[in-house]
């Protein structure tokens, strides 16, 4: 059974920077996509980030584009999210997520996802 942990999240100040982790145990992420994923208090799940299975395709919501960037490293079965230029507005609970099938389409959806991490608290102080 697949598990996904998420770390590195915390409080930084508005223009600072952190590197989420998202570690797999149980079986290898290797032909899936993965994703980031994010929800405000009061706000629903949205999506982040998302890479195909190889790294080749990425994607991004806007508000995130050139500021966030999201890779993966096969040998340690982990994905990454690191954020720079972090704004009060990025505040949020920060979850990986593994697509549902293999290949080379990174999905947006959150219904392509069938595995979720318990997610990371990321706060950004103004």
């Known amino acids: 059974q697949l598990l996904l942990v998420e770390s590195g999240g915390g409080l930084v100040q508005a223009g600072g920077s952190l590197r989420l982790s998202c570690v797999a145990s149980?079986?290898?992420?290797?032909?899936?996509?993965m994703g980031w994923f994010r929800q405000a208090p009061g706000k629903e799940r949205e999506f982040v980030a998302c890479t195909d299975w190889n790294g080749a395709n990425t994607s991004y919501v806007e508000s995130v584009k050139g500021r966030f960037t999201i890779s993966r490293d096969y040998a340690k079965n982990t994905v990454y999210l690191q954020m720079s230029s972090l704004k009060p507005e990025d505040t949020a609970v920060y979850y990986c997520?593994?697509?549902?099938?293999?290949?080379?389409?990174?999905?947006?959806?959150?219904?392509?996802?069938?595995?979720w991490g318990q997610g990371t608290q990321v706060t950004v102080s103004s």
């Open positions: 997520a593994k697509s549902r099938t293999y290949g080379t389409t990174c999905y947006q959806g959150i219904g392509d996802y069938d595995s």
């Open positions: 149980g079986r290898p992420l290797h032909v899936h996509g």
